[in-house]
């Protein structure tokens, strides 16, 4: 991913699972498949399952998954869930998504080159 500030410089902020910043993007992508990944949407709602797949746009594909949502009745959990299975998050609808890796992966992903 790039990002262009005012200045007219960039900055590349490239990620790996494994400290190797020469892997290709499908390559990283390859790293993530089956990893548990909590993505979050637009309307507040969470979804947690197995990674399976992303295309071009960014859509991204979980599997056996769990929807939590925020419910504004009184109850003694102030979340409610429910089991998905496989579904399609569109890249227009997410707002963060998180993958669930060690301590090491984690200080590994994010490498900033300028």
Known sequence: MEQVDAGGSTTTVAASTSGE???????RV????F???LVGIKDG?????????I?????IILQDTVEYRSI???SPSPTEQR??????????????CHVD???EEQLSLIQLKE
Do not use: E, V, Y
């Not at 910043?21 to 390559?27: F, Q, R």
């Not at 390859?30 to 498949?33: E, F, V, Y």
């Not at 295309?55 to 859509?59: A, E, L, M, S, V």
């Not at 089991?83 to 963060?96: D, V």
């Open 72 to 74: 504004r009745r009184s």
């Open 101 to 103: 890796c060690s301590i």
């Open 83 to 96: 089991c998905l299975g496989m579904i399609l998050i569109p890249a227009s609808c997410r707002t963060s």
């Open 55 to 59: 295309d071009k746009q960014g859509n």
């Open 35 to 37: 990893r548990q990944m």
């Open 21 to 27: 910043s020469g892997l290709d993007p499908i390559a």
């Open 45 to 53: 709602r969470f979804f947690l399952g197995s990674f399976h797949c």
């Open 30 to 33: 390859r790293k993530l498949l």
